[in-house]
């Protein structure tokens, strides 16, 4: 089994079994359905699996593998579970507001912008960023690229249809971020639902990309991939800022999530810590 270094480095007996039953579950998860959750950090892994557990009423890990390879529906709930794709319109507001004030203005002087939201989820990140641009005078020049490796997130990034109870937190982050109309100018609201407004989707593509296996995408000004890290092990993440640097034009930018820490000894020279408290790097050549 590889060592998960998100993981404390002593365990009880308990929990080393756990561990394994752990390791075999998503061992037959990836032999039995090609999902490969090997390389995601085992604590949220863990949660997910107990929470899921209680609603089932199934006591241990060893009893979900056996209910996994004998009942498809089950093992997509969990598989749900392991995407956890919470999220907000202008989450973390403050960075929003660092973005606007000291990375959009240096955008400004480009040509042209390619912009890439790796585990954009159900697409409230990417519809933030392109009202941001539309205010500051950049969406005409900009290709959005929205990515994610759950399909029926993607499916709902697209559609950019929410809960109407959601958009009174979403406004006051929108106003926080720096927000300068108010956020029913870019949605209408139908049936208890927000429709986000067609014409902020006229530069994004959205589709799947999946961060365990696929490679580089083009070359980008701007990257974000915010709240994703923080579910893989080292290895996984190390592979996935492999994948951002190769990715990144000179000097691009490079967005982690409030709680993400992009730079360790292994890959401290490829980046340059941009604004440090909202999480913001700029790439470095050398690697
Ligand atoms: C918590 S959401 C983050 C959404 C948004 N970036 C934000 O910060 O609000 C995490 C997203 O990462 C996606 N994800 C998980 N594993 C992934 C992988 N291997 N490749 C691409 N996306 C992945 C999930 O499907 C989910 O939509």
Redesign the pocket.
């Given at each position: 089994m590889e060592a998960n270094t998100e993981e404390p480095t002593t365990f009880s007996e308990e929990e080393q079994n756990e561990n394994l039953e752990l390791w075999a579950l998503l061992e037959v998860m990836y032999q039995k359905y090609g999902y490969d959750f090997r390389n995601y950090n085992y604590s949220s892994i863990r949660r997910q699996l107990k929470r899921r557990m209680e609603t089932e009423g199934i006591d241990s890990i060893s009893q979900i593998q056996h209910h996994v390879l004998n009942n498809k529906n089950l093992f997509h709930k969990i598989v749900t579970d392991f995407?956890?794709?919470?999220?907000e319109l202008f989450?973390d507001p403050a960075f929003f507001n660092a973005l606007r004030n000291h990375v959009i203005p240096i955008l400004k002087s480009y040509p042209s912008l390619k912009i890439w939201h790796?585990?954009?989820?159900t697409g409230?990140?990417v519809y933030s960023m392109a009202i941001m641009l539309m205010e500051e005078g950049l969406f005409e020049k900009a290709q959005i690229y929205a990515t994610?490796?759950?399909m029926e997130?993607l499916k709902k990034a697209q559609e950019g249809i929410y809960p109407v109870e959601l958009i009174k937190e979403d406004s006051h982050n929108y106003l926080e971020a720096g927000g300068l109309e108010t956020l029913t100018k870019y949605c209408t609201v139908n049936y208890g639902n927000v429709i986000m407004n067609a014409e902020l989707r006229k530069h994004i593509s959205f589709f799947d990309?999946?961060?365990?296996t696929d490679s580089s995408m083009g070359e980008m000004n701007l990257i974000?991939c915010?709240?994703?890290l923080i579910?893989f092990n080292n290895n996984l993440k190390q592979r996935a800022i492999r994948v951002f640097w190769e990715s990144l034009c000179h000097k691009g930018f490079f967005c982690a999530?409030a709680n993400e820490r992009l730079l360790g000894e292994e890959n401290q020279n490829m980046f340059d810590v941009y604004d440090d408290k909202n999480k913001i790097y700029r790439k470095r050549e050398a690697a």
């Open positions: 995407y956890i794709n919470v999220t989450r790796a585990g954009c989820g409230q990140e994610d490796v759950n997130a990309h999946n961060l365990v974000f915010r709240n994703v579910y999530g």
